[in-house]
């Protein structure tokens, strides 16, 4: 699993967040989930119930229907196609699970697009399939349902969520105002920003300066950071420009970030392979820093 997924599933697994996100975008607040409620699958506890295929985030609520995450930061043009084998996999795998007649849960499948630009692709079954006059009457249409990170409106309950996902969208968006503005955001949540860190390359070094009690000065923490990239840029930039000064500068920026946060991770003891996988330095190079 790639380090983006990898935090969304950090993320997701807590209930509470995971029950959010399903009743605002799926459920559209028609239907409030308790977080009590849900249990995340696993072979060994829900064995009777099929799932071999391995899904990104799946969990089964009050005994009565599954609830499918499908994590995407690429634009996938049959992304329809498979969700719809996921959902058709998991319930056919029911069918085999047990000799007695017995109704099958559903399964509501959500995608998380967590891309750079907008999702500006096919959402229906029937975009992908060639055009037929008799499709309707073998092939009912689909339409998956989709949160985009770029352009849905971030409203839920949780503040968690909104945090998280502010940060992300005002970076993608490139609304630089709005991070120092929102009021939501003067003060974050370290594990929020270290999260969002994964998507959005904001620098560590300023996590651990501007940390309080558990407590990040986003504003502050940013402001800084721009400024020291330019800095750095504008020295490397000689006859190349500002711009092109600027865009090395953030460059070197990001390496140092990924550096400082292998260092940090095998402080608190984390596995060598998951820090790799996280920071996208090579396993040679987490070993060099962990026998320093």
Not at 30 to 51: I, M, N, Q, V
Not at 115 to 135: A, F, M, P, T
Not at 232 to 253: A, C, D, T, V
Request: with cysteine; charged share 30%; aromatic share 14%.
């Amino acid at each position: 699993m790639n380090p983006y997924d990898l935090c969304l599933k950090e993320v997701f697994s807590n209930k509470q967040h995971f029950a959010d996100l399903f009743s605002t975008v799926y459920f559209k607040k028609g239907l409030l989930l308790d977080p009590d409620k849900l249990s995340l699958y696993d072979k060994e506890t829900h064995h009777d119930l099929g799932f071999r295929k391995e899904n990104d985030l799946l969990m089964f609520y009050d005994n009565k229907f599954f609830l499918h995450l499908e994590f995407q930061r690429k634009k996938d043009p049959y992304m329809p196609v498979r969700i719809l084998n996921y959902k058709y996999a998991g319930i056919h795998q029911q069918i085999k699970t047990d000799t007695k007649l017995h109704l099958l849960y559903p399964v509501y499948s959500l995608t998380l697009y967590m891309g750079e630009s907008k999702w500006e692709h096919r959402k229906r079954l029937y975009e992908c399939i060639v055009d037929n006059q008799w499709n309707a009457k073998e092939i009912p249409d689909y339409q998956m349902e989709l949160f985009d990170i770029n352009s849905d409106p971030i409203d839920f309950m949780c503040l968690y969520l909104q945090k998280f996902f502010r940060i992300i969208q005002y970076v993608y968006q490139k609304k630089w105002e709005n991070l120092y503005t929102d009021s939501l955001l003067e003060n974050v949540e370290e594990d929020i920003f270290y999260h969002a860190n994964v998507f959005v390359n904001l620098n560590q070094e300023f996590i651990q300066k501007h940390t309080k009690e558990g407590v990040i000065s986003m504003c502050k923490a940013l402001e800084e950071y721009t400024q020291e990239c330019i800095e750095k840029g504008e020295r490397r930039g000689e006859r190349r420009g500002l711009i092109k000064g600027e865009q090395r500068g953030y460059s070197k920026g990001l390496t140092n970030k990924a550096y400082e946060i292998a260092q940090n991770m095998l402080s608190k003891g984390c596995q060598h392979n998951f820090i790799a996988d996280m920071t996208g330095l090579s396993l040679d190079t987490v070993l060099k820093l962990s026998n320093h």
